[in-house]
């Protein structure tokens, strides 16, 4: 008499510990970041067939227990936890970061990144974050680049000088000729010290049978900032003569019609014809600025924008309304420090500095596979390519179905703690029937043998 009851229950009882090993790593990692469950799966195994049968009609198959089949992730996306840490992603959809250490690329759903010594974007484990990095020529995050190491801006962001400053304002139709209006605009020389420039402006209505409202100007800053000038000095600097400036300002003017609408601007003395009207540019042609005290230089061609960028129609106007402006823009900025790091959800890494300025610095990029389910665990949270998996397909999140990103969040575990342990009960009594297979098999042995005495 041949049984194999004792290698199908000890099959059985193999299997079934498996899955509890399986529910208790799952378990184990119930608040691990990104971590993804695994499901196991069993096959049975038919190892003998024995011909005819009961009415001779065909084989009858007998089954050996059972086997592991497979061990496989779940990648169900996990519930979402915020944090303090602005670099902080948590991927919602299919993605994967990709990570760049000296033993080849891993993926990842941990999202827990940080800064390291040298100012490179890194996981928690320390291998480098792959994405796109801006291009110093162009200022932008540049995909053609290719897939690098993303290394954020450390140290002070350079200055920038004024290139341009636009005034949104009105002039009172009403107020009578002579009436003097001042307002001010910051400007940034090259080393980042900020100058207050005034506009200084006084209204002028010219006699004959069509008066002509006129508005005469002059741009001008401390002379005390002038390189070579008294520190003392409580004179204004123009920037339209590069000499001390004189009152009431006449080194420009800006022409409006009779319904109060600017039609033209120009330097110096008036034409005999009014020029169309275009922005104008400080200084005028033949004039030049001076050093500012510490050898700092103005851009020598500022502009003064008369004219929206958006629809070319003046943003300068002559109302029945009071003097006033309505919005001051400039293009300047001193030196900053960085203040902090935000991630889009598109992956872009934007950079906030102490002077304001916001600087798109990376892309993280998200992997995508044929087959998520067929990566190759490799534990610490990593997955690697298998011939399962496929290839990654590496791109920006927000394409091709890779998800987005959520900065200052982590996805938690996907492992359901009820699902588990209901994978534990069940476990629990296959291992217990399967040992009572072998206890019962074994009293069928032992009165088998019995029956010799």
Do not use: C
């Not at 636009?166 to 009578?176: F, H, I, R, V, Y």
């Not at 003569?241 to 120009?266: E, H, M, R």
Request: proline fraction near 5%; glycine fraction near 12%.
């Amino acid at each position: 008499m041949s049984l194999t009851t004792f290698s199908t229950a000890l099959s059985g009882l193999n299997a079934n510990a498996q899955g509890l090993s399986v529910v208790g790593n799952n378990l184990a990692n119930l608040n691990t970041v990104g971590f993804k469950g695994s499901n196991i799966n069993f096959v049975d195994v038919l190892a003998q067939a024995f011909a005819g049968g009961v009415s001779g009609s065909g084989n009858v198959n007998l089954g050996l227990g059972t086997a592991v089949s497979s061990i496989r992730p779940n990648f169900s996306t996990g519930g979402l936890q915020t944090t303090n840490n602005p670099l902080d992603v948590a991927i919602q959809g299919k993605g994967l970061l990709v990570l760049n250490s000296a033993n080849g690329k891993y993926y990842t759903r941990a999202g827990n990144l940080h800064l390291d010594a040298t100012n490179n974007l890194v996981a928690e484990n320390g291998m480098n974050v792959q994405g796109y990095v801006r291009n110093p020529l162009t200022g932008n995050v540049d995909a053609n680049l290719g897939v690098q190491n993303i290394q954020m801006p450390a140290g002070l962001q350079t200055p920038i000088k004024t290139s341009f400053f636009n005034l949104t304002m009105n002039l009172d139709a009403n107020a009578p000729s002579g009436t003097q209006y001042t307002t001010t605009v910051q400007i940034y020389d090259s080393v980042g010290t900020a100058h207050i420039a005034k506009l200084n402006m006084v209204k002028d209505i010219s006699s004959g049978a069509t008066p002509t409202t006129r508005w005469r100007f002059d741009i001008t800053i401390p002379e005390k900032e002038v390189a070579g000038a008294n520190t003392n000095s409580t004179a204004d600097f123009s920037l339209l003569t590069g000499a001390v400036a004189t009152n009431p300002p006449a080194q420009g003017a800006l022409v409006f019609d009779s319904g109060g609408k600017l039609i033209s601007g120009y330097f110096g003395p008036d034409p005999a014809a009014n020029p169309p009207l275009a922005n104008l540019q400080i200084p005028p042609t033949g004039v030049t600025l001076p050093t500012m005290v510490g050898g700092a230089t103005l851009n020598p061609g500022i502009t003064w924008q008369l004219l929206d960028p958006a629809n070319n129609t003046p943003v300068v106007s002559a109302y029945a309304s009071p003097s006033d402006v309505t919005f001051s823009t400039q293009n300047g900025m001193s030196a900053g420090a960085l203040n902090n790091l935000t991630v889009l959800p598109d992956g872009t890494i934007s950079a906030v500095f102490t002077n304001g300025q916001t600087v798109d610095f990376a892309q993280i990029v998200l992997a995508q596979f044929g087959n998520v389910d067929g990566l190759a665990a490799v534990g610490g949270g990593l997955y690697q390519e298998s011939i399962t998996s496929g290839a990654s397909f590496v791109g920006a999140p927000g394409s091709g179905g890779r998800g987005v990103m959520i900065g200052g969040a982590l996805e938690q575990s996907n492992v359901d703690l009820a699902t588990e342990l209901t994978k534990i009960i069940t476990y629990q009594r296959g291992y217990q029937a399967n040992a009572k297979m072998i206890t019962t098999t074994d009293q069928i042995m032992q009165q088998t043998m019995n029956m010799t005495q």
